[in-house]
């Protein structure tokens, strides 16, 4: 596997530089980088063969690299085990109604909280800063008593609303819409156009790449999010992939000595991801520098 | 449908009330703003901030003191159901917890997790930043992109994988120990090398974001300061040291808080890769929490555990926003 040899740059020249650029610093420069994308990449293509890999290769003692068979039967095994297809569909239901509700529920309070004055709003600024902070598992136990009493484990709702207005989503959206110059909406204002028009007129398509890097965190974080959909479902159809996945794993009745087939579980739940991502990465480093950063 | 006139009519009621206090912060917005311009501006704005606060309050806000309440008493299983039935026990459940090896373990290895994996996770993130901003023009976007990949994968699917990389017998580590001649351990077996195998995973998955962070703040930096610093005659190493570093500080700050707050909340590695063994060696504080809560259903005991973590947590942070304060301004 071309993983094991990395150095394909030239090697670096001994002796550091000081001063600019020289051959030997951008040589090394470079060394460093690739031996690091092999670090960072091993384990993901060693998940990716293995996957299509016979129990034979999977258990070759000098360890077999590239397949001698290329074989799907680890993924026909997952198919028989677990309905993975629901659970499939159970998380992309669950990430795309809480990227919704997000969408419109962020971009609204963001919106009013850059650019509207109202009474009460450093309280609420405050709220949505405060809330930033607070880990997930703070409110775990009473949410779950909450949702048992009001029956809504084991159901998208319960899975849903939890995460229907996150505060991260305020607060990229109020950092975008404090770019926006006072003097547009003011004039639209003495136009006499009412406020619903201007923030859905005016500022949103305004914000439009702000938007696209609001879903792609919402959904992302939805689509890995566990500990929640953990506690909150028992219902094996219910489940989402990453619990899916999890159960299957830790459950010490199947997953011992099949490998092969949890990396085929493996591999289903990441590359839909990585494929966007590959797809959409611009969006994910300017999401995360203007969320952190302005 | 909702016109001018229709939230102009709702005006006058809402006058008096915004009379009060704000009126001084938005002076500056304008000559032009009359009472029932303000009123409007009112009115939408809470308009606007009632979904989020709806759901604020009810799953947030209401959860976060439920659990407070809780951990002063002895809710169980049955209390779920009844939830008003636990009896109040006062601080039980905190001394409890402090005279628990279990839980001192668990507090331990926590802190262990992020005392080696925060730093890790902060100097790997600033060295490929720094590597990637250091002039280079070709393949700057690949090496960023597969440098980002494993923070957008799921956790738990990370944690799957890296158990097989770490597997004794058909792992990756083991594979290529097996080619080059050298023995493996089996490292999530063992005491003393479980917790930083977990600490390894952590790195590779996270540092990605620490980077992004950094190369956005060294970007950020001004040329000119770097070319007067040159002209004065500094190498890299010094100016790395002088005007990088001092500069990235209000970065340095939010990947460290970050980091930590994620780190300190460990949950899904263990959980995944090694149910907290062996012996509770990888057991963190919130799988603790978890297995109290939802095996066991100490939900009290449970709820004391959180907040426990969550002080830790709120005094880490303040502690970083002290150390790390931007000086130069």
Excluded at chain 1, 38 to 51: D, G, H, I, K, T
Excluded at chain 2, 61 to 85: E, Y
Excluded at chain 2, 301 to 325: D, E, G, H, P
Aim: overall charge positive.
């Amino acid at each position: 596997m071309s993983a094991t040899e990395p150095r394909t740059t030239r090697p670096p020249k001994p002796g550091r530089t000081a001063t600019s650029r020289r051959p030997g610093t951008t040589a090394l420069t470079y060394t460093l980088l690739t031996v690091g994308l092999v670090v960072m990449s091993a384990p993901f293509l060693w998940m990716a063969v293995s996957a299509f890999k016979t129990p034979k290769d999977l258990g070759a003692s000098p360890p077999v690299w590239i397949p001698t068979e290329w074989t799907l039967a680890n993924f026909r095994e997952l198919l028989d085990l677990m309905d993975i297809a629901r659970n499939f569909m159970n998380s992309a239901v669950v990430a795309v109604v809480v990227t919704g509700c997000n969408l419109v529920f962020c971009s609204m309070l963001g919106y009013a909280l850059a650019k509207l004055n109202f009474a009460g709003k450093k309280a609420v600024l405050g709220v949505v800063l405060g809330a930033l902070m607070v880990p997930g598992n703070l409110m775990l136990l009473p949410q779950f008593v909450m949702m048992s009493k009001m029956g809504l484990l084991d159901s998208y709702a319960g899975l849903i609303l939890p995460f229907a207005a996150g505060a991260f989503g305020v607060f990229l959206m109020r950092q975008f819409m404090m770019a926006i110059p006072d003097e547009l909406l003011e004039a639209a204002r003495i136009d006499g156009a009412g406020e619903w028009y201007i923030f859905w007129r005016i500022v949103l398509p305004l914000v439009k790449p702000a938007l696209a890097t609001l879903s792609i965190f919402v959904f992302l974080g939805s689509w890995n999010n566990f500990l929640w959909p953990l506690v909150a479902t028992n219902d094996p159809d219910k489940y989402t992939l990453p619990v899916a996945l999890a159960t299957f794993a830790t459950d010490p009745t199947k997953a011992a000595g099949s490998n092969g087939v949890l990396m085929a579980g493996a591999f289903l739940v990441v590359l839909p991801v990585v494929a966007v991502f590959l797809v959409l990465q611009r969006h994910f480093t300017q999401g995360i520098a203007t969320s952190g950063l302005k | 449908m909702k016109t001018a006139a229709t939230r102009a009519g709702a005006g006058p009621d809402r006058a008096p009330a915004q009379a009060g206090g704000p009126p001084g912060q938005q002076a500056p917005t304008g000559p032009e703003l009359r009472p029932d311009r303000l009123s409007r501006q009112n009115l939408a704005g809470w308009l606007y901030s009632t979904p989020f606060l709806a759901l604020f309050l009810t799953f947030m806000a209401f959860p976060i003191i439920a659990t407070l309440l809780m951990s002063f008493t002895d809710f169980g299983l049955r209390n779920v159901t009844h939830p008003l039935d636990a009896n109040f026990v006062g601080l039980d459940n905190y001394t409890a917890l402090f005279d628990d090896p279990k839980f001192m373990k668990a507090l331990f290895n926590t802190c262990y997790f992020v005392v080696l994996g925060v730093p890790l996770t902060i100097g790997s993130g600033l060295v490929a930043a720094v590597l990637l901003n250091s002039g280079i023009d070709r393949f700057r976007t690949f090496f960023r992109v597969g440098f980002y990949v494993p923070v957008v994968t799921a956790i738990v699917a990370v944690a799957v994988i890296w158990r097989f990389v770490l597997d004794p017998s058909e792992g990756l580590i083991a594979g290529l120990g097996s080619q080059l001649g050298f023995s493996t351990p089996d490292f999530l077996a063992s005491k003393a090398l479980a917790m930083p195998s977990l600490i390894v995973m952590a790195v590779w998955r996270n540092m990605g974001t620490a980077m992004v962070l950094f190369l956005a703040g060294l970007q950020a930096i001004p040329v000119e300061v770097r070319e007067a610093a040159k002209l004065d005659g500094a190498g890299a190493f010094q100016e790395f040291r002088r005007i990088t570093v001092p500069l990235l500080r209000p970065t340095m700050l939010y990947v460290a808080v970050m980091t930590t707050i994620g780190f300190l909340n460990v949950f899904e590695e263990p959980f995944v890769m090694t149910d907290g063994g062996p012996g509770d060696s990888t057991l963190t504080v919130s799988l603790h929490m978890y297995k109290e809560g939802f095996s066991f259903f100490h939900m009290g005991s449970a709820s004391a555990m959180a907040y426990v973590l969550f002080t830790i947590v709120l005094a880490v942070t303040l502690l970083q926003f002290r150390l790390l304060k931007d000086k130069t301004r």
